[in-house]
């Protein structure tokens, strides 16, 4: 059985869901993690939005990443 609208209605609360887990990062991680993955800039530019150096960036979306895996797989 296919059924888009179950796709769909499951897409819409996994989307939800990962905006929740999304919120609950610390601000630091978020605004990297936005930066990286939703305006898609380079860890370079992200440093200097930021204001500070990409190797910090790298590890703050490397936590916000692991934070979230967390986030989702225990359903929080």
């Known amino acids: 059985d296919d059924c888009p609208a179950a796709d769909a209605l499951a897409a819409s609360e996994n989307r939800e869901r990962l905006y929740r ?33 990409e190797g910090t960036v790298k590890t703050r979306v490397f936590h916000a990443k692991l934070t979230l895996k967390h986030c989702l797989t225990r359903g929080d």
Do not use: S
């Open 21 to 53: 887990c999304i919120a609950l990062l610390p601000a630091v991680q978020r605004a990297a993690l936005h930066l990286a993955f939703f305006e898609d800039l380079p860890y370079r530019e992200i440093a200097g939005i930021l204001g500070c150096p």
